[in-house]
């Protein structure tokens, strides 16, 4: 490599390095009968502004490479009412009158594909809330629940929920 080109590299590999934070992140909840669970590499938390973020977790190891053969859950919240560095808590009501979303899918195929089941938020429900308990500079923890369901009618409940997540934008 000439000087010249280790010179225009530095640069980019500081930006680079710049865009990958030093928080590591973590989801976790019992998803129905069973543990969900996503790790760093899984989780993206992005608060674009105007009040609206996007929290997304995919089962833990969804991201190695080669891709797992296994099939992979995903886990999307999609919300308003967040002020950037604060707390923030919605409740069944706030659920109820909000633009909120929430939609779990159970069994996607790795590399693209249907999911064997896909739930929606069931925005009825009395169990319905999120929670951010602790808001660290761009590094956000807390708490979750959510009833959803699907376009037949079952349900699913998603219990004990917490995460702590980094929004990792430039």
């Known amino acids: 490599m000439t000087s010249t080109a280790r010179r225009l590299a530095?640069?980019?590999?500081?930006?680079?390095?710049?865009?990958?934070?030093?928080?590591?992140?973590?989801?976790?909840?019992?998803?129905g009968d069973a543990a969900f669970e996503s790790g760093d590499a899984e989780i993206s938390f992005i608060a674009p502004g105007g009040g609206a973020f996007t929290l997304n977790a995919a089962t833990r190891g969804a991201s190695a490479w080669p891709p797992p053969k296994t099939r992979i859950d995903r886990l999307a919240i999609v919300c308003d009412g967040f002020v950037d560095g604060q707390p923030l808590r919605l409740d069944p009501a706030a659920f109820a009158r909000s633009t909120c979303s929430v939609?779990?899918?159970?069994?996607?195929?790795?590399?693209?594909?249907?999911?064997?089941?896909?739930?929606?938020l069931d925005k009825r429900s009395a169990e319905n809330r999120f929670e951010i308990t602790a808001a660290n500079g761009k590094v956000y923890a807390g708490t979750f629940a959510f009833d959803l369901v699907d376009d037949k009618?079952?349900?699913?409940?998603?219990?004990?929920?917490?995460?702590?997540?980094?929004?990792?934008?430039?």
Not at 157 to 165: D, L, P, S, T
């Open 10 to 31: 530095l640069p980019l590999l500081v930006f680079v390095s710049l865009a990958h934070a030093g928080h590591p992140q973590s989801l976790a909840a019992r998803v």
């Open 103 to 120: 939609t779990f899918e159970r069994g996607s195929k790795p590399m693209g594909g249907d999911p064997d089941a896909s739930y929606r």
């Open 153 to 170: 009618g079952a349900t699913l409940r998603i219990v004990q929920g917490h995460f702590e997540v980094e929004d990792r934008q430039l």
